[in-house]
């Protein structure tokens, strides 16, 4: 018996669909399970291309010494003074979103001008992802969940994963007790 369990509701990300709607931005004061925190050599430019590119908002701001960027419950960054990497590291940090947000987030990164976007595709997994290459050099990509389709290779993908579909939707293996 699996220990994993279907758990939707303690998140904000929606039921993957067509449909899905994303939720409001969350501006609410909470101990934060996980957050990114990325060095910029100009906070100025970092908050322009995060917030008019990415989607994200400012929380609050320390000036010169922190800005608290947040899209939904959940998804905090931390801009702080630093030198970013000359490189793109391996590693990146994902963020959701919903299916209707990733050509508009391509488009915004674009219009900013400044990091490098690539195109929205499709994984395995049944999620569509964009990747982009903020002017920091950090890998950011966003993933939307893709309706479920019990006949397609997405689902067989997930069923030799040993992840069974579940009544919402959303990956599921076996019921939580």
């Given amino acids: 018996m699996s220990e994993m369990f279907e758990a939707f509701e303690v998140s904000p990300v929606p039921v993957p669909g067509d449909g899905a709607m994303a939720p409001e931005l969350f501006r609410g004061i909470y101990g934060m399970p996980a957050f990114v925190t990325i060095p910029s050599g100009d906070l100025a430019a970092s908050v322009e291309f995060w917030t008019r590119g990415l989607g994200f908002f400012e929380l609050f701001g320390v000036p010169g010494r922190l800005v608290h960027l947040r899209r939904w419950m959940f998804q905090d960054v931390l801009l702080v003074p630093g030198s970013p990497g000359d490189t793109v590291p391996s590693m990146s940090a994902s963020f959701a979103c919903v299916l209707n947000e990733l ?23 049944n999620t569509r992802d964009v990747e982009v290459v903020t002017p920091e050099n950090v890998r950011v990509v966003f993933t939307a969940g893709k309706q479920f389709d019990p006949g397609s290779a997405a689902a067989r993908n997930l069923e030799e994963m040993g992840i069974e579909p579940s009544r919402t939707g959303g990956p599921n293996d076996g019921d939580h007790a």
């Fill in 103 to 125: 050509d508009t987030i391509a488009e915004r990164c674009r219009e900013v001008g400044t990091g490098t976007v690539g195109e929205p595709h499709d994984t395995p997994w």
